[in-house]
């Protein structure tokens, strides 16, 4: 019952890691082929949940979908991690004025959640999956910098690290040998937790038009395609709207199992 | 004493993430000069038209100039003037600030009043079923993205029932009742996703105070569990949970300006899209900023309210 | 009949039913003042608790509980909640942080008087102001619009002691109530427990591990080890004729002036080997 909310969340992801892959190579129909005489059908054994407005077959697109999933997830989280953590490492150790600084620069970040940072690069580089991620990467970096200072701080109070740096091991030692393996599993759960909001900010862009190219499949466009039908079908809402709150559930289930997992070590910091 | 110190310090960050942030907006959308006309004219205009044009909307003076010249407007409540139109942006903005103001409003003050309880409970059952629903409840609301919620709510309740409006919105001056109406969808969707996140704060805050001496305390003397968190435990949490609804504030405003869309509200959201849609950066420049600075604000004024609540910022220790 | 009587209280905890009180039996009479020592995890607080209704939720508790006749054990919380603060009280360990940090101290007084007796709230200040000057606390009326943390340790002790005595309670738990403050402090509060009991009559169940602090205040002491009650008796006795091997240690660690200098102190282990190491 305790791991409960791990083994759901973990088998959730799987799936999700599983549609992207299988669609790599095989989906019931091609996710971009318009075939007029089928338009908006409901669920059949043909196809499974139904065609959308154009004709294509829905569990195809949804297939696809998942690898725009997968791709901006790991992009973004990417981005705010490589940026992240090394600023927050130098932050948890230089303290003084360098902290101070790298601190006051999160708290502006604050201000420009992923969407609205998303919506301000796209009205200036144009909407695609690119500003799309920058976007999402950038504003998450501030909850890698403080999650990171926060254990760095931690790491850096222990005997052993005193020991280190008594002995006269410098400070980029001590982050690579010390620090990092012991704020590893932090960094995880944050990178799970940042996976789904990454998620949830890439469907609002789709929803938005300001995500990707017409011709990609995404859930957050097969919900704005449903949206001008919905009044003649609101079957077409339901299953992209179900895969993106499984897809943001199994991360978030996913990075909390783990927290607990680590427990009671880290919970203080997060 | 401490508190001013403390209310120093905070009006500094304040300060200083305003600048940051409005220096941010402008590098993102003006600090280029030549991309703006490029904008404008489209592709396929000569060179010479667009030097023309940049200069004849004066963005060919240095940027340190009109980025001065944008704040020092912004200071008068002048945003500037919209690159296609002419129009003036603060007063584009005007009235639509009410709209997004309704919708965050209500919202966050719904999120607040169903997650409370809520939180307390799950915190006080953690170890019995209702607890574990809550927290599965919890979990559950935070995956759903605030749009599909809204959908949901008007295949529901608009389409289906047909209790109440899918889209629109009246002022509250034209039609108090027909404006509650068309905002209750709205509100709700964007609610249900963070009293979701509320609740599991509400939750780990309260799970906090359980476990502190004054608790006990308050329950030696007499008082029955769920009295004695909301006597003492409620201004206790609260000193945490009072920092993430102003951080959730963030999320409410940019869940706003998607529902907006969902809704067809005039507000401050939608304004924004469809600057974005035209490329007119002015208008774009002039909303981020806005709805930026009132973030910032917000949480300037959450700063301000712990000095308030907490008594240890107000008072000097005297041992 | 006896203030408090305990009979075959069992408390065991989880799942497991990791046992922390095992049949204990013992009785209180009105206006005495029994002590409670063992060390950590013999069962003391948890015994104390049961008194109180308390215990968290895992516990499972079994046996007889009677207050003043009235039996506790199954006690509904609704009307367990109305003995706590009037009939019996508790004063804890840990008075650095057993005030709630975001009230004034005199409505925290307040608070209890209104809980259980409304009647008497329309003088409610008055009562606090005096109620905190018999705690010994001489400047009242700061101490009362102060927050805890203007306060000092053994300011806030006195304060609490104040909560724990203001319905003028039959039964006053203590629970290591000295063991936070410095040494001077701690012998300050202890006489001034001593001198309150007497004055308001209370029957008083003091918790500690230290055995000098029990004679101090206590007439007669229970001892507890493992969840046992392995000997009772008057404080007196057990320092003359200990009989229980734990027992002894007990006094000979209490009574380090009587060690010659030079010699190697005592430990409870000289006189009690533990079959296992903990």
Known sequence: ?270 | MPVLAFLGRRLAIFAISLVGASMLIFAVCSALPGEVAEIILGEGASQAQIEALTAELGLDRPPVVRYLEWVGGMLHGDFGVSYFTGQSVSGLMAPRIAVTLWLVLFALLLSVAVALPVGMLAAMKRRSWQGFAATAVAQLGMAVPAFWAAIVLVLVFAVGLRWLPANGYIPLTTDPVSWAAHLVLPVTSLAIVQSAVLVRYVRSAFIEVLSEDYYRTARAVGWRPFPALLRHGLRNAALSLVTVVGLQLASVLVGAIVIEQVFALPGLGSQLLSAVSQRDLMIVQGVVMFLAASVLLINFLVDLSYAWIDPRLRTEAER | MSLLEVSDLTVSFGRRRRVAVDHASFSLEAGQRLGIIGESGSGKTVTALSVMGLLPETAQVAGSVRLAGRELVGLPESQHARLRGDLVSMVFQEPMTALDPTMQVGRQVAEVLRLHAPERSGRARQHVLEMLGRVGLTDAERVADSFPHQLSGGQRQRCLLAMALINSPDLVICDEPTTALDVTVQARVLALLDEVLSAEGAACLFISHDLAVVSQVCSDVLVMLDGDIVEAGPVAKLFTAPEHPYTRGLVATARIDQVRPGERLPTVEDFYPRAEAR
């Open chain 1, 1 to 270: 019952m305790r791991r409960l909310g791990l083994y759901v969340g973990a088998a959730l992801v799987t799936l999700v890691v599983a549609m992207a892959l299988v669609s790599l190579f095989w989906t019931p129909y091609d996710p971009t082929l318009v075939v007029a005489g089928q338009r908006l059908q409901g669920p059949s054994a043909a196809h499974w949940l139904g065609t959308d407005a154009m004709g294509i077959d829905n569990f195809s697109r949804i297939l696809v979908g998942a690898q725009t999933t997968i791709v901006v997830g790991v992009v973004s989280v990417g981005i705010a991690a490589v940026i992240g953590v090394p600023l927050g490492m130098l932050a948890g150790q230089a303290r003084g004025w360098v902290d101070e600084v790298v601190m006051r620069i999160t708290d502006i970040a604050y201000a420009f959640p992923a969407l609205l940072l998303a919506i301000l690069l796209a009205a200036r580089f144009g909407a695609s999956p690119v500003t799309a991620m920058t976007a999402i990467g950038l504003a998450t970096i501030p909850s890698f910098a403080r999650i990171t200072r926060a254990g760095t701080l931690q790491v850096m109070r222990t005997d052993f690290v005193l020991a280190a740096r008594a002995s006269g091991i410098r400070w980029p030692g001590i982050s690579l040998r010390h620090v990092l393996p012991n704020i590893a599993p932090l960094i995880g759960v944050q990178a799970s937790v940042t996976f789904a909001l990454a998620i949830l900010a890439e469907a609002a862009l789709s929803f938005l038009g300001l995500s990707t190219a017409a011709i990609v499949p995404t859930w957050g466009k097969m919900l704005r395609d449903a949206q001008t039908v919905m009044f003649n079908a609101p079957l077409q809402a339901v299953w992209p709207g179900l895969a993106i709150a499984a897809a943001v559930l199994g991360f978030n289930l996913l990075g909390d199992g783990l927290r607990d997992l680590l427990d009671p070590r880290l919970r203080e910091v997060s």
